[in-house]
């Protein structure tokens, strides 16, 4: 099978999910006003609550989504075949993904810019609100811990990307203080910074040679760096790092996507990978496990995190939630179909793919899978007479600046959810955002350093895709809720939640049986997995009794006084 056709088919998909499909949930289910007021506007504090423009936080948005989750699933799920992964990322998208980030950001706006595990203390009751609060910061614990271990791996493997990452925060931060204290343009500015980025790439390689001691930094050495850079990021306002800097990482985005999809229309790979490999060696059964494996690439419990802990803080406008929730998910299913692409067809031509994928022992390697992926994108940027090494050193960035990316803003959301809590139960000291920063991200160092033998955010990963559809579906169950008390359609949230939670709950089973059964090795996995499994369940709970509640008021007020 042709891998460029295949890409010119999803994209196609993706264009009409947007034209038709968002554009009947933004008028007919939710009811969006161009003329609504706004949080960013309403509670404007220059910090967390800062009135954005459309362009500057769709490269947030999606940035802050796109980190390297949807890369490394996909590159695993193609264990069972290009082809189910391949439906799961463009049907899961369209259908799932884009509308329960949608959701999620429609829902914060209109409930004060509040975050999603709020919205559910609203809309249900105050049990679902801490409940939800707690499973939300059990996965950005994961998150945070999961992500600087990538990006430390990434960094100690191409130590070539050093140099261009921190010219970008460098800049960033010159690019905001210019736009917000200067009054300078962002785009021209940024296009600017954005040459002298293409530039550090360049030469970043060369940067590393010369500094041969980078290359002997331990992995555990840049967890602490970038745990500790990241609570920085956290408390710092929104448009002196944040902004700028996902404004220039949306270039990126932008330049990726464009020499990723050139270089596939250029080599025309052939995909050696089966269309349907339904007994890998090892592996866990297809069902429910591919919805799982692949999670950010279709659907993402953090990605309605971000939607209401940040994004719905910057929006200037009602209406703009339309292009950065649904069509920032569509950006998100790009980046997942051009991993699958890249494992299956690019990955190819450099390793043996068989060998690679022989079992699931084989294809489960956190590390290898990021290798598959530099190494396949690299092959299509080449194809473009780009010299390999540095297409390559191109790729290990991008990966590592949407990465970086959601471990800021996955430390901010965690700021906020301690910080929510903390009001809720009276503990003042922890609503202060340095303070409420400082746990969070003490928290994440001691499970990256101490589990696992210092690598314990891959303790927990067998737990991230789980847990992140868990957050996923119960934020689709607090939408769902909410519609039907505003008397609207809500079986377009309904059914996908039904489908996520079930699935979902029957991998966590499953999982939590098999830590269990091996506990003196996976106490950990076994006793996490155990605790967000019983937290979902009393979730569904109180969702039921709040749907039972709202059919009688909703009966109650068609049968009138």
């Keep these: 099978m042709n891998a460029a056709l295949l890409a010119v088919i999803v994209f196609a998909s993706f264009a009409v999910g947007y034209r038709y499909y968002s554009k009947f949930l933004a008028e007919q289910v939710f009811q969006l006003r161009e003329d609504e007021p706004v949080p960013s506007v309403e509670f404007e504090d220059g910090v967390d609550f800062v009135p954005t423009r459309k362009s500057i936080l769709w490269g947030h948005h999606y940035t802050s989504i796109a980190g390297a989750a949807p890369i490394v699933g996909p590159a695993i799920a193609v264990i069972w075949g290009w082809l189910p992964a391949l439906?799961?990322?463009?049907?899961?998208?369209?259908?799932?993904g884009a509308v329960h980030d949608f959701a999620a950001l429609v829902i914060s706006l209109r409930h004060r810019g509040s975050s999603i595990g709020e919205v559910a203390g609203q809309v249900i009751g105050p049990r679902a609100r801490t409940l939800f609060l707690v499973v939300v910061s059990f996965l950005?614990?994961?998150?945070?811990?999961?992500?600087?271990?990538?990006?430390?791996?990434?960094?100690?493997?191409?130590?070539?990307?050093?140099?261009?990452?921190?010219?970008?925060?460098?800049?960033?931060?010159?690019?905001?203080?210019?736009v917000y204290r200067r009054g300078v343009s962002i785009l021209g500015s940024s296009l600017v910074v954005y040459v002298v980025l293409l530039t550090a790439v360049f030469y970043g390689d060369s940067f590393a040679t010369a500094f041969p001691a980078l290359a002997e930094i331990s992995v555990s050495t840049w967890v602490w760096v970038l745990l500790l850079y990241s609570f920085v990021a956290s408390v710092l306002p929104v448009w002196l790092l944040l902004q700028p800097r996902d404004f220039l990482n949306s270039h990126q985005l932008i330049t990726g996507l464009v020499l990723l999809f050139a270089g596939l229309l250029v080599l025309q790979p052939t995909i050696v990978a089966p269309a349907i490999n339904t007994a890998p060696a090892d592996a866990p059964p297809m069902f429910p496990f591919l919805f799982i494996t692949i999670a950010c690439g279709a659907i993402s419990g953090f990605h309605g995190l971000v939607a209401s802990g940040t994004t719905s803080k910057q929006i200037a406008c009602m209406t703009d939630a339309r292009p950065i929730g649904y069509a920032g998910m569509l950006g998100e299913g790009t980046l997942g179909l051009l991993a699958v692409l890249a494992a299956t067809a690019g990955f190819a031509a450099t390793s043996n793919w068989h060998a690679h994928y022989s079992s699931w022992g084989a294809a489960n390697g956190l590390s290898a899978k990021l290798d598959a992926f530099v190494s396949g994108g690299a092959t299509f940027v080449a194809s473009l007479g780009i010299p390999f090494d540095t297409a390559r050193t191109f790729m290990a960035v991008m990966v590592i600046a949407f990465a970086a990316t959601s471990l800021d803003t996955g430390a901010r959301i965690q700021r906020l959810v301690i910080a929510e809590l903390a009001e809720a139960y009276g503990v003042r000291t922890l609503t202060n955002r340095y303070f409420a920063g400082a746990l969070g991200i003490s928290a994440a160092l001691l499970l990256a350093l101490t589990q696992g033998g210092g690598t314990g955010g891959l303790a927990l990963w067998p737990l991230f895709g789980t847990t992140n559809q868990l957050v996923a579906g119960m934020t689709l169950l607090v939408v769902s809720v909410w519609l039907q008390k505003q008397g609207r359609p809500a079986r377009y949230t309904l059914w996908p939640m039904i489908f996520v939670a079930a699935a979902t709950v029957w991998a966590m089973s499953g999982n939590v049986l098999g830590y269990f059964e091996n506990f003196s090795e996976q106490w950990l996995l076994a006793l996490t997995g155990a605790t967000v499994l019983a937290l979902d369940i009393w979730v569904i709970f109180e969702w039921l009794k709040a749907l039972r509640d709202s059919r009688s008021i909703a009966a109650a007020n068609r049968s009138g006084p």
């Design 140 to 178: 950005i614990w994961i998150v945070l811990a999961v992500f600087a271990f990538i990006i430390g791996t990434l960094f100690h493997d191409n130590p070539g990307a050093i140099l261009p990452i921190n010219v970008q925060i460098v800049l960033a931060m010159g690019l905001g203080w210019l």
């Design 87 to 96: 439906l799961w990322v463009t049907l899961g998208t369209i259908f799932m």
